[in-house]
């Protein structure tokens, strides 16, 4: 700790928050002022959810009947006969055009990006971007092209939150607040699922489980729930046929068979994607030209299957009502995983969420035929949700996003254990989601699991060091005592920091060992004492506050070691905290992760022969533990 380094002690106890103001949270009012910009961008996310939709249907009318029209149509029913495989072709090199001439961001799923941007740019979305997405989903999605609308709208949502955070003096993390509520009202507003949507931004989008994030972002949603009402109508958007609240031991094991089978299903696609997007890569074209060849399949696939075509929405609908044949059922697992693997991994414009929920619904149709007889489209909602939960990685958000789209409270218990079988198994053999590769492709690295900071929970008296040699601020260096020269000549370099304490032994100021050692050479250093030449306000650490703090606090100062002080209206010295004290609470908590042990312990006695059996059973306490050993003053754990 250098004692002639500059900055403000306010500045640097910027995130000093004394014992006893302490709590649970640590969120400011400025949330409300944050929540009340997401309120309006989520009513604007809204519009632009419905204008997209409007555009989805323009274009597909368009396109496949040569009118003009806004209402969402399918493309099955057209009569172009062949030439329907020149549609999705024209389609994707009108995108190929946009992605290399206006921003290349338009390309790919719409989460993945928005992922990129919280975790990259600051949260910072170009703001063509934000015209070109919608525009290009609607061009692939209404020439065919198998996806959703949600991917797109997320993204133009967010990326209209982000343009909107841009204009005030914001941080970045308030600027991820607000792009992410652009994206959950975007999807609300698509799915009439307001708290699917929250928990996909809890889940995927906002790294983090804190208020000053989440009330913004429920508020934007709900906000466009209400408002979509008005302009969409309400849910459910499947409605499926009611089912029985209960379905005995057989159903629910039928729900885990649901769960390893959707599980499967989502590693294949997964792999399907990005093996897609691998043998693009390969190919000796500009990738400007691969969403040509992804349109290609499309059109192919559309001849075969028309149904696959599009966002699918009544195929969904049909699928859960059960009234399907077992040709429209091996079509969409068939065909439209297919169409929709290839094409996305050409770098086309799409969302992943509708394509999984229709596979899902597919692959519980299979199921029904051998699973016991529990309602018309019970299993398909199952595994609708299984699939997508699996897929995404999300199982919260899958559950609930299930029983908004279909009202159907009933089917909440099979939903939470075929969804959490297939992200159990997921997550053994995938190390990364269908939202997530694509980051991990370019580079970065997402850890998508939400603790608590271990250093939260340690306090600085727990690990600090209290055998410190401090120095008296009127002590001239000639008359250094002993014990500061031991100190100085020890090899090992015990203590790197010196405290300097008036008269009433508080605090003052504080020396580092190489700066004392360079003033004892000075000759007009042994004239004046300590505290006239050392006069700096020390950076300190309070003795009541967690770990955390002092780590941020050291990070903002550059300095490794702090004094330690009683509290904020107190200077008594206490003692010295350092890094290495803090690697040390760290490391604790590494063991507590690594380290099993049994306390506990079942012994049978067999009775001797000759003696009464009077105990069969002891249960005997055993501390494994022990005690470890440890430096004087380095204590650890309490």
């Given amino acids: 700790m250098a004692s002639t380094r500059s900055g403000s002690q306010a500045d640097l106890l910027e995130d000093s928050i004394p014992v006893k103001k302490l709590g649970d949270f640590t969120t400011t009012p400025r949330m409300l002022f944050i929540a009340v910009l997401a309120i309006g961008i989520g009513i604007c996310s809204t519009f632009i959810a419905v204008i997209l939709l409007k555009l989805i249907g323009l274009f597909t009318n368009l396109f496949f009947y040569q009118r003009w029209g ?25 995108i190929g055009f946009m ?55 997320i993204m133009t949502g967010g990326a209209f939150g982000s343009m909107v955070a841009q204009f005030f003096h914001l941080t970045s993390v308030e600027r991820k ?77 039928g729900c885990v068979l649901v769960g390893l089978l959707a599980g499967g299903a989502a590693a294949l696609l997964t792999l399907m994607v990005y093996g897609s997007e691998d043998f693009f890569h390969r190919l000796p074209i500009h990738w400007m030209w691969w969403p040509m060849l992804g349109g290609l399949v499309i059109g192919i696939g559309g001849l075969i299957f028309p149904q696959a075509l599009g966002v699918g929405y009544d195929t969904i609908g049909a699928l859960l009502q059960g009234d399907v044949s077992i040709k429209i059922i091996l079509g969409v697992l068939l065909v439209k995983s ?128 209290t055998d410190v040699v401090a120095l008296s601020d009127s002590l001239l260096l000639t008359a250094l005592p002993p014990s500061v020269h031991d100190e100085l000549e020890k090899q090992e370099r015990i203590q790197h920091l010196f405290p300097v304490l008036n008269e009433e032994e508080l605090l003052v100021s504080v020396v580092t060992r190489h ?86 312990r079942l012994r049978l006695f067999l009775p001797r022969r000759g003696q009464p059996n009077t105990t069969d059973v002891v249960e005997e306490v055993e501390n494994v533990g022990g005690e470890e050993e440890q430096e004087p003053g380095e204590r650890v754990h309490p």
Wanted: glycine share 10%; hydrophobic share 50%.
């Fill in 70 to 94: 806004l209402n969402l149509v399918s493309p099955v029913g057209n009569k172009l006969g062949l030439l329907e495989v020149l549609v999705p072709v024209v389609g994707a090199l009108i």
């Fill in 99 to 153: 992605a290399r001439y206006g921003s290349e961001r338009i390309r790919g799923h719409g989460i993945p990006e928005a992922i990129e941007s919280i975790l990259i740019n600051g949260s910072k979305v170009e703001p063509k971007v934000a015209l070109l997405k919608p525009i290009a989903s609607a061009i692939s999605i209404g020439s065919g092209g198998p996806f959703g609308a949600e991917g797109p709208i």
């Fill in 177 to 253: 607040t607000l792009l992410v509520a652009g994206a959950a009202a975007g999807m609300s507003a698509t799915f009439a699922a307001p708290i699917a949507s929250i928990l996909l931004a809890v889940e995927l989008l906002l790294f983090e489980w804190k208020p000053r994030s989440l009330v913004p972002v429920a508020l934007a949603s709900v906000t466009a729930a209400i408002l979509r009402h008005y302009l969409l109508g309400s849910g459910p958007l499947f409605p499926v046929p009611p089912h029985s609240a209960f379905i005995g031991p057989v159903g629910f094991l």
């Fill in 338 to 465: 297919i169409i929709w693997s290839v094409s996305l991994g050409s770098g086309t414009s799409g969302g992943v969420l509708a394509p999984l929920l229709m596979v899902g619904c597919a692959l519980g149709g299979i199921e029904a035929m051998f699973l016991p007889n529990e309602g018309a489209g019970f299993w398909a909602l199952i595994s609708m949700a299984a699939v997508l939960g699996g897929t995404i990685g999300s199982p919260f958000t899958a559950i609930i996003f299930a029983l908004e789209l279909t009202h159907d409270f009933n089917a909440l218990i099979p939903l939470v254990i075929a969804v959490t079988v297939a992200y159990a198994l997921i997550v053994l053999l995938m190390r990364r989601s269908i939202l997530t590769e694509k980051i991990s492709r370019r580079g970065y690295h997402l850890s998508r699991e939400y603790a608590i900071d271990p250093l939260e929970l340690l306090f600085v008296r727990e690990v600090m060091r």
């Fill in 515 to 600: 700066d004392l050692q360079r003033l004892i050479q000075q000759e007009r250093a042994s004239l004046e004492p300590i505290g006239k030449l050392i006069t700096q306000q020390p950076v300190v650490a309070y003795a009541d506050e967690p770990l955390r703090y002092v780590i941020n606090r050291m990070a903002t100062s550059g300095y490794t070691r702090l004094p330690v002080v009683e509290s904020e209206n107190s200077s008594k010295l206490l003692g010295i905290i350092s890094l290495s004290a803090l690697l040390k609470a760290r490391s604790h908590n590494l063991e507590e992760e690594r380290r099993r042990e049994r306390p506990l």
